[in-house]
């Protein structure tokens, strides 16, 4: 859940990626770049409720993936989420649905590897 400023109409979703072929094995050839899985959405503002379904009926909306069954999808990482006209003067929160994620390959830092060479 995320508290939202009533003067914010678009948000991103961005979390870590990677792809089920290097986190579950090479027997899976599954090469997409998947952040998490996101289930309903529900802003609530304004005293009222509203279920976001832009994600589920935009087949090319920027930052998602493809649709999976029983209306879930995939983020890339950075998924652009409209949360249409609000008021201004409002203050909403937000409720997403995370159904799944990672795992994830932790980034090597290279700088604090030693390298011999022979």
Do not use: C
Not at 18 to 26: K, V
């Amino acid at each position: 859940m995320f508290m939202i400023p009533g003067n914010v109409q678009n948000v991103q979703i961005i979390s870590n990626v990677s792809r089920p072929r290097d986190t579950i094995g090479p027997f899976v050839d599954d090469r997409r770049s998947l952040g998490v899985l996101i289930g309903k959405i529900t802003l609530f503002d304004s005293g009222k409720s509203r279920h976001l379904t832009t994600h589920l009926e935009n087949e090319m909306l920027a930052g998602w993936s493809n649709k999976e069954a029983m209306g879930l999808r995939w983020t890339t990482g950075n998924a652009a989420l409209a949360l249409g006209k609000r008021d201004p003067a409002a203050i909403g929160l937000l409720a997403i649905q995370l159904v799944a994620g990672g795992p994830y390959i932790e980034s090597i830092d290279e700088s604090n590897i030693a390298y011999r060479i022979a």
